[in-house]
Protein backbone atom coordinates (compact mmCIF):
# COMPACT_ATOMS: atom_id res chain seq x y z
CA UNK A 1 0.00 0.00 0.00
CA UNK A 2 3.00 2.80 0.72
CA UNK A 3 4.81 1.68 -2.66
CA UNK A 4 1.63 2.79 -4.51
CA UNK A 5 1.41 5.84 -2.56
CA UNK A 6 5.23 6.67 -3.31
CA UNK A 7 4.38 5.67 -6.69
CA UNK A 8 1.43 7.95 -7.52
CA UNK A 9 3.61 10.83 -5.92
CA UNK A 10 6.33 10.32 -7.95
CA UNK A 11 3.97 10.17 -11.13
CA UNK A 12 1.89 13.05 -10.03
CA UNK A 13 4.78 15.11 -8.90
CA UNK A 14 7.83 14.28 -10.96
CA UNK A 15 7.20 15.75 -13.94
CA UNK A 16 6.51 19.27 -11.83
CA UNK A 17 9.76 18.98 -10.63
CA UNK A 18 11.66 17.75 -13.29
CA UNK A 19 10.09 20.64 -15.19
CA UNK A 20 11.43 23.50 -12.50
CA UNK A 21 14.68 21.59 -12.42
CA UNK A 22 15.43 22.18 -16.36
CA UNK A 23 13.92 25.72 -16.37
CA UNK A 24 16.33 26.77 -13.12
CA UNK A 25 19.61 25.23 -15.13
CA UNK A 26 18.30 27.44 -18.74
CA UNK A 27 18.00 30.40 -16.20
CA UNK A 28 21.56 29.87 -15.02
CA UNK A 29 22.98 29.20 -19.18
CA UNK A 30 21.69 32.33 -19.60
CA UNK A 31 22.88 34.66 -17.22
CA UNK A 32 19.56 35.68 -14.72
CA UNK A 33 20.28 37.51 -12.03
CA UNK A 34 24.25 37.80 -12.82
CA UNK A 35 25.57 40.84 -10.50
CA UNK A 36 26.80 44.21 -11.26
CA UNK A 37 30.05 44.53 -10.67
CA UNK A 38 31.28 47.59 -8.29
CA UNK A 39 33.36 50.23 -9.85
CA UNK A 40 33.25 51.63 -13.37
CA UNK A 41 33.63 49.83 -16.67
CA UNK A 42 37.27 52.27 -17.49
CA UNK A 43 39.10 51.34 -14.07
CA UNK A 44 37.98 47.30 -14.71
CA UNK A 45 39.58 48.11 -18.01
CA UNK A 46 42.65 49.60 -16.75
CA UNK A 47 43.18 46.66 -14.27
CA UNK A 48 43.83 43.66 -17.10
CA UNK A 49 45.39 43.08 -20.26
CA UNK A 50 45.62 40.82 -23.00
CA UNK A 51 47.80 37.81 -21.91
CA UNK A 52 46.77 37.51 -18.30
CA UNK A 53 46.27 34.20 -16.44
CA UNK A 54 42.63 33.81 -15.30
CA UNK A 55 44.24 33.68 -11.43
CA UNK A 56 45.66 37.59 -12.05
CA UNK A 57 42.38 38.70 -13.77
CA UNK A 58 40.07 37.33 -11.15
CA UNK A 59 42.66 38.74 -8.04
CA UNK A 60 42.47 42.20 -9.93
CA UNK A 61 38.71 42.27 -10.89
CA UNK A 62 36.61 38.89 -8.89
CA UNK A 63 34.51 36.60 -10.24
CA UNK A 64 32.62 37.10 -13.24
CA UNK A 65 29.04 38.02 -13.31
CA UNK A 66 28.70 35.31 -16.03
CA UNK A 67 30.76 33.40 -17.66
CA UNK A 68 30.68 30.33 -19.91
CA UNK A 69 33.43 27.37 -21.20
CA UNK A 70 33.74 25.00 -24.07
CA UNK A 71 36.20 22.48 -24.19
CA UNK A 72 37.68 20.86 -27.23
CA UNK A 73 41.28 20.96 -28.52
CA UNK A 74 41.70 23.47 -26.14
CA UNK A 75 39.56 25.29 -23.16
CA UNK A 76 37.75 28.56 -24.59
CA UNK A 77 36.09 30.64 -22.13
CA UNK A 78 34.00 33.41 -22.02
CA UNK A 79 33.73 35.80 -19.40
CA UNK A 80 31.52 39.31 -18.98
CA UNK A 81 31.89 41.74 -16.38
CA UNK A 82 29.08 43.83 -15.85
CA UNK A 83 29.28 47.28 -14.69
CA UNK A 84 26.52 50.25 -14.00
CA UNK A 85 27.99 52.26 -16.88
CA UNK A 86 29.10 49.23 -19.49
CA UNK A 87 29.89 45.40 -19.95
CA UNK A 88 33.61 44.30 -20.43
CA UNK A 89 33.96 40.76 -22.23
CA UNK A 90 37.38 38.64 -22.26
CA UNK A 91 37.69 35.91 -24.48
CA UNK A 92 40.08 33.37 -22.92
CA UNK A 93 42.00 30.62 -23.86
CA UNK A 94 43.16 28.53 -21.63
CA UNK A 95 43.01 30.33 -19.27
CA UNK A 96 44.92 33.38 -20.82
CA UNK A 97 43.22 36.25 -21.98
CA UNK A 98 43.38 36.98 -25.88
CA UNK A 99 40.84 39.69 -26.28
CA UNK A 100 39.01 42.09 -24.45
CA UNK A 101 36.03 43.94 -25.65
CA UNK A 102 33.99 46.37 -23.69
CA UNK A 103 30.31 47.75 -24.64
CA UNK A 104 29.47 51.05 -22.55
CA UNK A 105 25.62 51.57 -21.41
CA UNK A 106 23.68 49.91 -19.35
CA UNK A 107 24.10 46.29 -19.64
CA UNK A 108 21.40 43.68 -20.26
CA UNK A 109 20.90 41.19 -17.40
CA UNK A 110 18.22 39.24 -18.61
CA UNK A 111 15.55 38.31 -15.51
CA UNK A 112 13.61 35.68 -14.72
CA UNK A 113 10.21 34.81 -16.14
CA UNK A 114 9.09 32.36 -13.37
CA UNK A 115 6.31 33.28 -11.57
CA UNK A 116 6.95 34.20 -7.81
Known sequence: ???????????GLGPGW??????????ALTGVGSKVQPGTLTDARRKVDPGRSSQQIVAALGDPSFSQSSL?????????????DGTMTLTLTDGIAQRISMAYGPPFIPTSRRPL
Open 1 to 11: MASAFVLAAVI
Open 18 to 27: WERHLYRQTE
Open 72 to 84: GSSRHDLWAYYYA
